[in-house]
Nanobody, 115 residues
Framework: QVQLVESGGGLVQPGGSLRLSCAAS????????MGWYRQIPGKEREMVAA??????TYADVVKGRFTISSANGKNTVYLQMNNLKPEDTAVYYC??????????WGQGTQVTVSS
């Protein structure tokens, strides 16, 4: 089985920063892409950022503030979040899509932006 473990969430003041990490382990037969989704209370889960072969994609609402990256040779993905806003409060989920076209999800990590 594949496991994704997120870390780095927490409580931060508006304008602050957090760095989320996600480590994938298990029987992953090649990684096609890795990314981050979030679920804001009362809303559907939405894509935040993704990376595939070094190419990054961002949701418009986080462009210029969030940066996704991956570790070379590691099944690890990061999300650097700067200038956080209360609207960013959500549960953030790591996702991996394998070369077998299978998607795997982490359990999520809570990010709360509040004064």
């Amino acid at each position: 089985q594949v496991q994704l473990v997120e870390s780095g969430g927490g409580l931060v003041q508006p304008g602050g920063s957090l760095r989320l990490s996600c480590a994938a382990s298990g029987s992953i037969f090649g990684i096609r892409s890795m990314g981050w989704y979030r679920q804001i209370p009362g809303k559907e889960r939405e894509m935040v950022a993704a990376i595939s072969s070094g190419v990054t994609t961002y949701a418009d609402v986080v462009k210029g503030r969030f940066t996704i990256s991956s570790a070379n040779g590691k099944n690890t993905v990061y999300l650097q979040m700067n200038n956080l806003k209360p609207e960013d409060t959500a549960v953030y989920y790591c996702t991996v899509t394998s070369a077998l076209n299978r998607s795997h999800w982490g359990q999520g990590t809570q990010v709360t932006v509040s004064s």
